[in-house]
C-alpha cells in the first residue's frame, strides 16, 4: 500500500454542518477579502487530467494540472473519478496552496455510476419521478464515494429528432415530463442538504435548446424564435433553478445567433435577472474556445471578455480565463467585480458540499465496498421493468410461457455490452445479458447472434446457423436495434434503420413461420415500419443497463405486466421528422393525415400520424375509458374545474395504466400545439376493476406565451382531454373567462 493510499485509510467522514445561507456568505466574503485577482481567477477554471493518466505517484502533466494547482489557477477537476489520484491532487490544493482552497470534482454519471439504470430516455417511459429520484440518490450514493463532487446531469434537453443521438440522455420531446424528472433527477442527487455525506451536486444542461439542433447533426446550429424558447425548452430548465440546482451548463449551440457561452440573454437576462439563479454557470467542453469556431471573434483574449461578461463562472478545460482575465482587468475590458461574483458562486458551492469542512468528504478507502449494493441492483431491475415499452402483442403472442422452447437470435441476443451510452462507470461484466437474463427466468432458450450489428463478412455464416437453431425453436425472440456505441454523444446518424444485415436475418426468419417477437436495443426511436408490419410482438427495450436480461425476461415471461409509456414520437422514415404530438395546427390542417389529402398538410407516401405516438405503450390486459366529465364547464379567474374519468380493466390479467391528461385551445392570439400535455396518474387495476382518476384544471394550466408576450388564458374554449396516449379523441369543453 502506498502512501497516499495509508493516508486515505485514515479519512474520516463525521457529518458535516449544515451552514445557513448568511453564514457561508460571511464566510465567502471573508475569504475572499484574502484573495488576490489571481487566484479570484483561478477558482474560474476547470482542467482535465485523464484519470487513466494519474496512476500512483505520477501525474500526466500534459494538461498541467499540477501546476494549475500549485499556483492556485485551478477550482476543479473534470474526469477524476479514483479516491487516490482525487486524494492526491486534493492534498495539494489544500496544503500546498497559499489559501488550501478545497477543488471539486466533476463527471457525466447520467443514469448511474456503478449501478447502471437504463438509458434516461428509457426510464422517462417509466413517467416515474419516484423511481428517478431513488436512481440519482444511488448514483450519488456511489459516486460520492469515488471522489466526485458534482454530476453532469440530469440533461433535461427537450429533444424532437431521434437523428441526434444524445435523445438517450433526455427524458424525451414534452417540456413538462422534463420538468417533472429534471426536478425528481435533482432530488435524487443533491437530497435534503449538499453538505450530506452522500449528496453531490446537479449541474443541469445544456442551456439552452441543445436539443433544437438543426437536422439532429451533433453540434449544429439552434434557431428557435422567443416564443419557441420559452414555451418548449426554457420551462425545464426553469423548473431546475426552482429545484435549487448547484450550477447549469451553457450548451455548444447558438441561440439567435450568439453561442450560449458567451449569451447575456441566457446566461443574465434570464438566468440571473428573470429567475434569479444563485448557482454558478459552466460552460461545455471547450465551449469558451469554440465562440471563435462560431465566428463571434478570432481574438482568444475577447473570448474571455465576451463569456464573463455574458455571466459564464466557470470554464470548462479550455484556460482562457487564466491566461487573459487579468490582462483584461489591466485594460479596463472586464470589470474585477464581476470576476468576484463568479468567485463567490464557486466558493459558495464548496462551502455548500462541506469541503472546506472536509477537503476529503468524497475519498474512501477501498469504495468497491458502497458499490452495486443489492438493493441497488434491485432498484435497477425495478426501472428497468417500468422503462420497457409494449409496442405490439399480435395474437397475444406475448407473454411466452416458459414450456416453451425459444430460439433468441440477433447481435444483442448475447452480449453484457448493455450500459448504453454515458456509462458511468459502469462495467460490462456486472450487466446481466438478455440470453443470461432468459436463463435465469427458466426458459429452455438457445441464443445465437445471427449476425453482427455493423454487417460483416462472417455474417452469412451466422445466419446460416441462427436458421438452423431457429427451426428448432417454437417462439422466435429477435434481439435486434442499434448497437450502444452509436448512442449518445457525436452519434448522430442520417438513417434510422436497423444497422448491418439485421433487416436480412429477420426476414430470412421470418420464412420459417413461426411466431416472432422483435426486442429492440436502441438509445433512440428507430424505423420500425418494417418490424411492425411483419413481426407479431414488438417490444422496445432501450438500453436497460445492469439488469437488462432480467427486466426483458421478466416482461416477456408475463411476471412483469409492462406499463411504460414513450416519450418520443417514433418517425415511420427518417423522412418524417420532426414529427412529435406538440405541433402546431397549420392553415390547412388534414383531418384524414393523409397520404394524399390535397392541398392540406400532409404527404404523398405516408400519413402524418407517427408510427407510434408520444404517450404509447400496450400492457397485457386491456382498458377502458369512459365517462369522461367536468365539474363545471366554465370558469373564471382563479376558478378551478376537476375533470374525471372512469377507467376499467377490461383484459385478462391486473395492470397499470398511465393515464395522460391533454389541453387543447380551439382559438388563441397565437398559434397553439394541437395537443399540450399537462398531466399523468398511474392507475393499478384488477380484472374488471373501474377507478375515478381526476385532475384540477386551473388558469395557469391553460396559460401560453400569448401575442403580448404575457402567459395568459386569454377568455378561450378548451378541450381537455384524458387518455392512454396523445392520439386520444375523447374530451369535454371548457370556457375559460378572464
Ligand atoms: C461533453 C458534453 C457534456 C458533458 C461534458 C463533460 O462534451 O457535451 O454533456 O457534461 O462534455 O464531460
Not at 482587468?329 to 470589470?335: I, M
Not at 443470461?436 to 429452455?444: A, H, L, P, Q, W
Not at 433512440?524 to 427486466?551: F, K, M, S
Request: hydrophobic share 35%; glycine share 8%; net charge negative.
Amino acid at each position: 500500500m502506498n502512501l497516499y493510499e495509508e493516508q486515505i485509510k485514515k479519512l474520516s467522514h463525521p457529518p458535516l454542518p449544515k451552514r445557513r445561507k448568511e453564514e457561508i456568505q460571511n464566510l465567502v466574503a471573508e475569504l475572499l477579502s484574502k484573495m488576490t485577482l489571481r487566484e479570484k481567477i483561478g477558482q474560474l477554471f476547470q482542467t482535465a487530467p485523464n484519470d487513466a493518466h494519474i496512476e500512483g505517484l505520477r501525474f500526466d502533466d500534459s494538461h498541467g494540472t499540477v501546476q494549475y494547482i500549485k499556483e492556485g489557477l485551478c477550482g476543479s477537476i473534470l474526469g477524476v473519478h479514483t479516491p487516490i489520484n482525487a486524494y492526491q491532487l486534493q492534498r495539494i490544493a489544500v496544503e500546498e496552496t497559499r489559501l488550501g482552497i478545497p477543488l471539486f470534482f466533476g463527471l457525466d454519471i447520467i443514469h448511474g455510476c456503478r449501478t447502471i439504470f437504463p438509458i434516461n430516455l428509457a426510464m422517462s417511459c417509466s413517467f416515474n419521478p419516484e423511481l428517478i429520484e431513488k436512481a440519482s440518490s444511488v448514483a450519488a450514493a456511489e459516486s460520492a464515494h469515488t471522489g466526485i463532487s458534482i454530476t453532469y446531469s440530469p440533461m433535461v434537453d427537450v429533444v424532437r429528432d431521434p437523428r441526434w443521438g444524445r435523445v438517450m440522455e433526455s427524458n424525451g420531446e414534452d417540456s413538462y415530463l422534463s420538468r417533472i424528472l429534471g426536478r425528481a433527477y435533482i432530488r435524487g442527487y443533491q437530497q435534503d442538504d449538499l453538505s450530506g455525506n452522500q449528496a453531490i451536486g446537479a449541474c443541469v444542461k445544456h442551456f439552452a435548446g441543445y436539443g433544437a439542433v438543426e437536422a439532429g447533426r451533433e453540434y449544429n446550429s439552434v434557431d428557435l424564435s422567443d416564443r419557441q424558447l420559452r414555451m418548449n425548452y426554457l420551462p425545464a430548465y426553469q423548473s431546475c433553478v426552482d429545484e435549487d440546482c448547484a450550477s447549469i451548463m451553457s450548451s455548444f449551440n447558438v441561440i439567435d445567433g450568439v453561442p450560449s457561452t458567451c449569451n447575456r440573454y441566457l446566461l443574465t437576462d434570464i438566468l440571473r435577472n428573470e429567475w434569479g439563479y444563485e448557482g454558478f454557470v459552466i460552460s461545455d467542453y471547450t465551449s469558451t474556445f469554440e465562440i471563435m469556431n462560431h465566428k463571434i471573434t478570432t481574438d482568444a483574449k475577447e473570448v474571455a471578455k465576451l463569456c464573463l461578461n455574458a455571466g459564464l463562472d466557470h470554464e470548462m478545460v479550455s484556460n482562457h480565463y487564466i491566461t487573459y482575465l487579468e490582462e483584461l482587468v489591466r485594460e479596463n475590458q472586464v470589470d474585477t467585480h464581476t470576476i468576484e461574483e463568479s468567485c463567490k458562486r464557486i466558493l459558495t458551492f464548496k462551502y455548500k458540499l462541506g469541503l472546506f469542512d472536509n477537503p476529503y468528504k468524497y475519498i474512501y478507502h477501498e469504495p468497491e465496498q458502497y458499490m452495486q449494493l443489492p438493493e441497488y441492483r434491485e432498484l435497477a431491475l425495478e426501472i428497468a421493468k417500468n422503462s420497457i415499452v409494449l409496442l405490439k402483442n399480435e395474437n397475444q403472442v406475448l407473454p411466452v410461457q416458459k414450456n416453451k422452447k425459444v430460439a433468441l437470435i440477433g447481435p444483442a441476443a448475447l452480449t453484457k455490452n448493455v450500459v448504453g451510452g454515458w456509462g458511468g462507470l459502469g462495467r460490462v461484466e456486472e450487466c446481466v445479458s438478455f440470453y443470461e437474463g432468459m436463463k435465469n427466468s427458466g426458459y429452455d432458450v438457445i441464443a445465437h447472434e445471427g449476425c453482427s450489428f455493423e454487417g460483416a463478412e462472417h455474417d452469412d455464416q451466422l445466419m446460416e446457423e441462427a436458421l438452423r437453431i431457429a427451426a428448432e425453436a417454437e417462439v422466435l425472440l429477435l434481439a435486434i436495434g442499434e448497437p450502444d456505441y452509436l448512442t449518445g454523444e457525436w452519434s448522430s446518424r442520417s438513417e434510422l434503420c436497423l444497422t448491418g444485415r439485421q433487416l436480412e436475418l429477420v426476414a430470412r426468419l421470418k420464412l420459417l413461420g413461426k411466431p416472432m417477437i422483435g426486442v429492440i436495443f436502441s438509445g433512440r426511436p428507430l424505423d420500425l415500419t418494417w418490424c411492425t408490419d411483419n413481426l407479431d410482438g414488438l417490444i422496445y427495450g432501450w438500453y436497460l443497463g445492469n439488469e437488462t436480461g432480467n427486466a426483458l425476461a421478466s416482461v416477456i415471461s408475463g411476471d412483469y405486466n409492462p406499463t411504460g409509456k414513450l416519450t418520443m414520437s417514433f418517425p415511420r422514415r427518417v423522412g418524417q421528422i420532426p414529427v412529435y404530438y406538440n405541433q402546431l395546427p397549420t392553415g390547412r390542417p388534414s383531418l384524414t393525415g393523409g397520404p394524399r389529402d390535397l392541398f392540406k398538410s400532409c404527404y404523398t407516401d405516408i400519413p402524418n400520424s407517427p408510427l407510434y405516438p408520444f404517450g404509447y405503450g400496450l400492457s397485457y390486459t386491456t382498458f377502458n375509458y369512459k365517462n369522461l366529465r367536468l365539474s363545471t364547464n366554465c370558469i373564471k379567474g382563479l376558478e378551478e374545474t376537476v375533470v374525471s374519468v372512469d377507467i376499467t380493466n377490461t383484459g385478462r390479467c391486473p395492470g397499470k395504466i398511465i393515464s395522460q391528461l391533454y389541453i387543447e385551445a380551439l382559438s388563441f392570439s397565437v398559434s397553439r400545439p394541437v395537443k399540450e400535455f399537462k398531466g399523468f396518474e398511474h392507475t393499478y387495476l384488477e380484472v374488471s376493476e373501474t377507478k375515478t382518476i381526476s385532475f384540477v384544471i386551473n388558469r395557469e394550466m391553460l396559460s401560453y406565451l400569448n401575442i403580448y408576450n404575457e402567459m395568459t388564458p386569454e377568455n378561450r374554449t378548451y378541450r381537455i382531454f384524458i387518455g392512454s396516449d396523445s392520439s386520444t379523441s375523447d374530451y369535454q369543453q371548457l370556457e375559460y373567462k378572464e
